[in-house]
């Protein structure tokens, strides 16, 4: 790989792609690529990866000192050399999850020299324990919901025999999914000439940190500026004893080691909703338990009756609210999975349940421990550091931390795979001279279920709230995909669209998707709000037709705003 | 959006029965029927085929407000969707009993209307008796008595004795739960057969009197253990499920198709047992050729032949009946086994034994025609005494039939053919023979007497001369 990219030195196209490449980042202040899930650079393989690091080296070449060639061993690649003298790099990110790969990806692009520091594996939880293993099961699940629906497939004149499945097969397919794209990540970095270190990474203070495993091998390395990137854990609330058998994370469930024929799930977030979708598509019957009144407490409240009336009233689903379960007990002994419930509120003993399995979906807490937060007098708060909106690390006493920034689950800001890249980028923009404030509410959400739930920006009572805080008038457009043609042809008319915005300047607050892969289409929406598009202009794109998308395209002509379109007429383009 | 209408009057009557403290207080019962106030409730509507309960949305009104027919006065959320519930009545929202966000099921009232201002207090009475006497009173409870939908007058039974309240006790799967609401089976008395003695989705189709669907998602590796499980749990249905084969068809039975596999399983009661003869068709042949050219048919040759044998051994066309005695039948029906669209039926040849030759062949192609035509009429095909069956013309040379319930003996004809015979001084020759197989039920038939009966069939058929008289 290396003798390929000094080939392409001598050639013309990286000089005309560099040039490229700088006009794009002079004209965009948000990234181009903002990577959903690490899914991203994978695609191009190892050849895009190599045009882009030859990139880099036709920059650096430009300024050809390779002065202070660092005294780790690492090897000095693609990545160039610090740009200023006296560190070691001019990035080190600890973690290389989703956003720490999706930072160290933009450092690289930015020209500074940047190592990865992993403790564990590469890809972190969302490739390994995560979105990644989890969409495949789900992807089985899709299908095998979909062969056991009898009155679905007649209504296409499909005849099918009774479906089934190899629960081995299943997992596999999970479980390499996730080795692929684990090994795309590491070949991206690879390629771009990120230093892989290996072992964890302890900040020892300013600007200075040391990694290795045990006492063995510790290095110490400095840095220009530190991204703490170390995501996050399972939540596991006290009480609940995890055997990794009868009574387990999402970290076991995604291997997929048994099928029980019930299995109680605690929690109703998205890890819930979409095991509890796998599990009921290969048979299993599921339990919610969910410490709040109602199902689906995240998601906004008209989209989340909607999808329970789809996702669990018809299935084999009953739930227990407002409680918590505040004992769980493995299967042994010849008994089952033992739960104890307790009232959300007043904490008296309510129920006992006896299932065969449990799986708990409580949350995620962050990772942070050994960290050396102390060295720089950095407290936690229930275990996530503090940041500002810059994702810059408070200190105790409040003040910022120089140098130091923290992305992703473990500053808790949004627990998200690609907004922890986001974010990551936008520390990358601001250690580059450029500031940047990442808006969070343009980042959409999406639960895989069958069908998809997608969201982005705020809730219909989230708008409201700041409505009357502010002062302004927000109405509500919705669409159903009964009316689209794509959907019908699918046989997948259930479910909505809903957009909540502002009349008065037709700004999107809002947009909620429950149907047929809503999750895809949900990028229209929020690029109108990351690029600060209104209604009454995106209403004149043009949709294909018949796609799915005409169900948004539908949507923002059903809103009524009161201003016209802020765009001048655009010159008549002759065909 | 769409609207019901759906409210009772109380002062009347209690259109419902729920065992809550409001009717079975002695005070409110002694003073409804003396102020003739006009309370009536709203109670929770049937908003689909398949809604068993409710849940209050939000109320549009709030207690106190002035209500107008018609008027929408909450949403409810069935299991389908939120609709507008409006009031056929003029009045005063006087109480909420079941506030937003809680759920009751389908004809348990949600809140009480007044007509007057007067009645509020009073009504708020009532459902603050209502809701604080039964905080707990979910579902399960209500169950038994809400859908009844007798009017009763007050004071109402003691429903509250038969509220068992084993909390925890009672474990069932969240399939059989909801089976059980749809149903209407009270999972409190079933008996469940799952693991740990959990209450499954199949007990309550049991106690529902469902035969349980073929499970669709058979899952391939644990299907034979999932059969094996259900076998050894109940024994007397062993051999119910079969392994799917993929890519099989699944035709169901025709109404002649089932009524043979009936008869067919019923048969096995009956203690069969065969007797075979072998005999010399030569005579026969020779016959057949001659009487061919007048329209008689091999078929009435050997109903023929059969009935004249019959009338010398009625034993064997006698019928057991109840196992304890010999019906002698007074007629001889010669019944034929015919196969016809993938079917197969029996018309029958009645008094056989005194219908000429020619008449009998005339007899039998009309009822071949009419049972092509499916126009036979019961007595024309279930009236056998004694059944044929003739397997010949396919160059079957043996074969064993089983024995129709309600007759004494089936006879199964194979194919008459070439063999070499040594007769009595030793000389060989060629001749033609068939195999007669003979299934009888021994309870009244004995070998003696079905040997006997073929030997006077085989008389029969190797002189056949007598066939013709």
């Known amino acids: ?575 | 959006m769409a609207s019901l209408s759906f409210s009772s009057s109380v002062s009347s009557s209690t259109p419902f029965l729920r065992p809550s403290a409001f009717f079975l207080k002695p005070r409110s019962i002694s003073r409804l029927p003396l102020v003739r106030a006009k309370i009536r409730e709203i109670f929770m509507p049937a908003l689909s085929s398949t809604m068993t309960e409710g849940k209050i949305v939000s109320w549009v009104k709030s207690e106190g407000d002035v209500l107008s027919k018609g008027e929408p006065v909450v949403v409810v959320e069935s299991d389908k969707a939120d609709m507008d519930v409006e009031t056929f009545y003029d009045g005063i929202l006087a109480a909420i009993v079941v506030n937003d966000g809680e759920t009751a099921p389908v004809g348990a009232p949600i809140g009480l209307l007044a007509e007057t201002e007067d009645e509020i207090a009073e009504a708020k009475a009532k459902a603050a008796a209502q809701s604080s006497s039964a905080p707990s009173a979910t579902a399960t409870k209500v169950e038994e008595s809400a859908p009844v939908a007798t009017k009763v007058e007050a004071p109402a039974p003691a429903v509250a004795a038969a509220a068992p309240a084993t909390p925890g006790k009672v474990v069932a799967t969240p399939y059989a739960k909801k089976l059980a609401k749809q149903h209407k089976v009270d999972i409190n008395k079933l008996v469940g057969t799952g693991p740990f003695g959990r209450i499954t989705p199949e007990d309550v189709e049991k106690a529902a009197g469902i035969t349980p669907a073929p499970k669709a998602n058979v899952i391939a590796p644990v299907a034979p253990a999932a059969s094996a499980a259900t076998s050894t749990a109940s024994p007397a249905k062993a051999a119910t499920s079969f392994p799917e084969i993929p890519g099989s068809n699944v035709v169901p039975f025709t109404t002649m198709q089932a009524a043979v596999s009936k008869n067919m399983v019923e048969s096995l009661s009956v203690p069969t047992f065969r007797v075979g003869y072998p005999i010399s068709t030569d005579a026969l042949d020779a016959l057949y050729e001659k009487v061919k050219p007048k329209g008689v048919t091999m078929t009435a040759l050997l109903a023929k032949a059969a009935a004249m044998a019959l009338v010398q051994h009625p034993v064997v066309n006698a019928t057991c009946k109840d196992g304890k005695s010999f019906t002698y039948n007074s007629s001889i029906n010669i019944a034929v086994a015919v196969a016809i669209n993938g079917g197969l039926i029996t018309p029958v040849l009645q008094d056989a034994d005194k219908l000429d030759l020619y008449l009998l062949s005339q007899k039998w192609k009309e009822l071949v025609e009419k049972a092509r035509a499916k126009q036979l009429q019961p007595q024309e095909y279930n009236s056998g005494t004694f059944t044929l069956s003739n397997l010949g013309m396919f160059g079957v040379d043996r074969f064993d039939a089983i024995l129709p319930p309600g007759q004494g003996a089936i006879m199964a004809v194979g194919a008459s053919k070439p063999t070499v015979v040594a007769d009595k001084d030793g000389f060989f020759s060629v001749k033609n023979k068939m195999l007669v197989n003979v299934t009888a039920d021994h309870r009244i038939i004995y070998g003696a007497d079905l040997a006997a009966f073929l030997q006077t069939f085989s008389k029969i058929i190797e002189n056949p001369e007598s066939l013709t008289m």
């Not at chain 1, 900040?203 to 530190?226: F, H, M, N, R, V």
């Not at chain 1, 509890?276 to 290969?282: H, I, K, P, Q």
């Not at chain 1, 008319?493 to 892969?517: C, Q, S, T």
Request: charged share 20%.
């Open chain 1, 1 to 575: 790989m290396q003798s390929a990219i000094s080939l392409s030195l001598s050639s013309p196209s990286p000089i005309a792609r560099s040039g490229v490449a700088n006009t794009s980042n002079a004209c965009w202040p948000m990234p181009r690529s903002l990577r959903f899930c690490g899914l991203r650079r994978e695609a191009f393989d190892s050849a895009a990866s190599f045009d882009a690091s030859s990139l880099r080296f036709v920059r650096l070449n430009l300024q050809p000192k390779h002065s202070s060639l660092s005294k780790v061993s690492a090897v000095l690649k693609g990545n160039g050399a610090p740009s200023s003298s006296g560190f070691d790099y001019d990035l080190v990110i600890i973690g290389a999850g989703v956003g720490g790969h999706g930072a160290a990806l933009h450092a690289v692009e930015q020209g500074l020299k940047t190592a990865i520091i992993e403790g564990d594996v590469v890809g972190g939880t969302c490739v390994n324990r995560g979105c990644v293993p989890s969409k495949a099961l789900l992807a089985v699940s899709g299908r095998m919901r979909e062969l056991q629906n009898e009155h679905h497939m007649k209504s296409f004149g499909l005849q099918v025999a009774a479906a089934g499945y190899d629960r081995q097969g299943v997992a596999d397919h999970a479980n390499n999914l996730a080795s692929k794209i684990r090994s795309n990540l590491t070949n991206s970095l690879k390629a771009l000439g990120v230093d892989i270190l290996t072992g964890v990474g302890t900040i020892l203070g300013p600007q200075k940190l040391k990694y290795g495993k045990g006492d063995s091998g510790e290095k110490i390395i400095t840095a220009k500026d530190i991204i703490i990137a170390t995501g996050s854990v399972p939540l596991v609330p006290k009480g609940i004893e995890v055997d990794g058998k009868t009574v387990i994370t999402s970290d076991h469930a995604l291997k997929l080691e048994f099928v029980p024929d019930w299995i109680a799930i605690v929690g109703s977030g998205y890890i819930g909703l979409e095991f509890s979708d796998v599990y009921t598509a290969l048979g299993s019957e599921v339990t919610f338990i969910e410490a709040l009144d109602q199902l689906m407490p995240g998601f906004d409240p008209e989209i989340g009756k909607l999808a329970q009336r789809v996702l669990i009233n018809p299935r084999k689903i009953d739930s227990y609210t407002g409680v918590f379960a505040s004992k769980i007990t493995p299967a042994k002994d010849g008994k089952p999975v033992q739960i104890e419930l307790v009232d959300a509120k007043t904490k008296e003993p309510k129920d006992t349940l006896e299932v065969d399995a449990a799986l708990i979906a409580t949350g995620r807490a962050p990772f942070t421990k050994g960290l050396g937060l102390e060295n720089i007098n950095v407290q936690t708060q229930r275990g996530f550091v503090p940041v500002d909106e810059r994702m810059r690390v408070i200190d105790a006493n409040g003040k910022l931390v120089p140098h130091l920034y923290c992305i992703g689950d473990a500053n808790g800001k949004m627990m998200l795979a690609h907004a922890a890249s986001a974010q990551g980028i936008s520390v990358v923009e601001q250690v580059t001279g450029k500031d940047h404030v990442l808006n969070h509410l343009s980042i959409p959400a999406a639960c895989f279920t069958h069908p998809e739930i997608s969201m982005v920006g705020l809730t219909e009572p989230q708008a409201r709230e700041k409505a009357q805080k502010e002062g302004f008038e927000v109405s509500v457009a919705k669409t159903s995909f009964k009316a689209n043609t794509k959907a019908l042809a699918e046989n997948e008319g259930e479910g909505m669209a809903k957009l909540i915005y502002r009349p008065d300047n037709g700004e999107i607050l809002g947009v909620h998707i429950f149907g047929l892969h809503a999750a895809d289409l949900i990028h229209e929406a929020s690029n109108a709000i990351a690029m600060g598009t209104r209604i009454q202009d995106i209403k004149f794109a043009v949709h294909a037709h018949p796609t799915l998308s005409e169900v948004l395209d539908e949507l923002f002509k059903s809103a009524k705003v009161k201003v016209s379109s802020s765009s001048a007429v655009a010159e008549p383009v002759p065909v």
